[in-house]
């Protein structure tokens, strides 16, 4: 297949992103703000770098919000449509429905995408391996230090997946599923419509078990899931700071990323890939790492906000430290909170001066 040809893609985002509450509670998990934009926008530019052209969103979650995002596609140099389940159907189930909207030919490759994902693979190589070697599926692999969280994905030495493993105790392997397959067309058309059916457990397994050439496609370049508060912290510095490339990242890559109206004062420390949302306040002596602060954010002198995130219009007072925390939105944290180890502080919650501490000092 010719390097200048486009491709049609399958993004799932029906989730509820329940792990990343109350971050979710009013705004899709694709949809929260990453690295300045929403998340969606570092893949979709992603995708359409190499070479996809048309994407069909699989929906369910506050569907209405995706369109009123992004639209037709036409500002990204996509076309985007969007299809949405009345009642969830499962990976497999979601990507049957999306099919409808599709328009290449029964052996055309197809691209599906996750809508947690960062990636920084070359998803047209993948592509190419694919249409080449005449694969039924051929899944992104990436290798990881604890597999038993993800599917595991055995492969023999031609790259031809061998069993589909998911979430087991003893995996027999740390190459797991990254979340990106490229199927031929037909495979797709072949899963049960308007069914619940998992990719994992039943389609994969399924074409293993009938003798379809399904293929591992594994590489070692940047991968994660950001599913939680601390991974979705993560890769939002990750893009800011530049590890991986994005060209959707609204400003050059450093230490923080300024959106428009945001004040920083001079004598505040900030760094480590935080994103200092439009309209935010970082007052002197203030210290924010590796944080993401939404719209209209407020941290007042003397306070520290490490690895956390601090909703849109919400207020860290002075003297607070967060650590691994989740703020919601116009949430006001008292002078003098020590909050650490995961805590979420619920959208509009007001803690008073002291509430909460993990330590004696003041």
């Known amino acids: 297949m010719p390097e200048s040809a486009h491709y049609e893609a399958i993004l799932l985002v029906g989730g509820q992103g329940t792990r990343l509450r109350p971050l979710t509670l009013f705004t899709p998990k694709p949809l929260l703000p990453t690295a300045g934009v929403p998340f969606l926008a570092h893949q979709l530019a992603k995708a359409r770098s190499f070479g996809v052209r048309r994407i069909v969103f699989a929906t369910s ?4 919000m995706f369109a009123e995002a992004f639209g037709d596609g036409s500002g990204l140099g996509l076309e985007i449509v969007y299809m949405t389940e009345e009642t969830p159907l499962g990976t497999g189930g979601a990507i049957r429905n999306a099919a409808e909207a599709l328009t290449c030919g029964a052996d055309d490759p197809v691209l599906v995408l996750n809508g947690d994902i960062l990636s920084g693979h070359d998803i047209s190589d993948q592509i190419r391996v694919h249409v080449e070697r005449g694969a039924a599926a051929t899944l992104h692999l ?23 493993l998911e979430k087991t105790s003893n995996p027999v392997t740390n190459r797991i599923n990254a979340g990106c397959y490229v199927f031929q067309r037909s495979i797709i058309d072949a899963i049960p419509a308007g069914q619940v059916v998992s990719v994992e457990r039943e389609t994969f397994p399924g074409l293993i ?41 609204p400003g050059p890559v450093g230490e923080f990323l300024l959106l428009d109206g945001a004040r920083v004062s ?9 994103v200092v949302g439009a309209g935010v306040t ?15 954010a ?50 509009g919650v007001t803690l008073d001066e002291c509430s909460v501490r993990f330590s004696s000092d003041i």
């Open 298 to 347: 407020v941290v007042e002198p003397g306070a520290t906000v490490i690895d956390s995130i601090v909703g849109p219009g919400a207020r860290v007072s002075t003297g607070a430290v967060l650590r691994d925390v989740v703020v919601g939105d116009g949430a006001v944290i008292g002078p003098g909170n020590e909050l650490a180890a995961g805590a979420r502080i619920w959208p």
């Open 142 to 164: 990436t290798e990881v230090d604890d597999p038993s969280r993800f599917g595991c994905v055995p492969t023999d030495a031609d790259d031809r997946v061998t069993a589909f």
């Open 209 to 249: 078990e009938s003798g379809e050439l399904v293929l591992g496609y594994s590489d070692t370049s940047y991968w994660l899931d950001v599913g939680t508060p601390a991974a979705f912290v993560q890769g939002s510095a990750d893009l800011v700071l530049g590890r991986l490339e994005s060209p959707a990242l």
């Open 266 to 274: 001079p004598e505040a420390k900030v760094g480590g890939g935080t």
């Open 282 to 296: 970082v007052e002197a002596g203030a210290t924010v790492q590796g944080s993401v602060l939404g719209d209209g």
């Open 61 to 64: 979650y506050r569907a209405s």
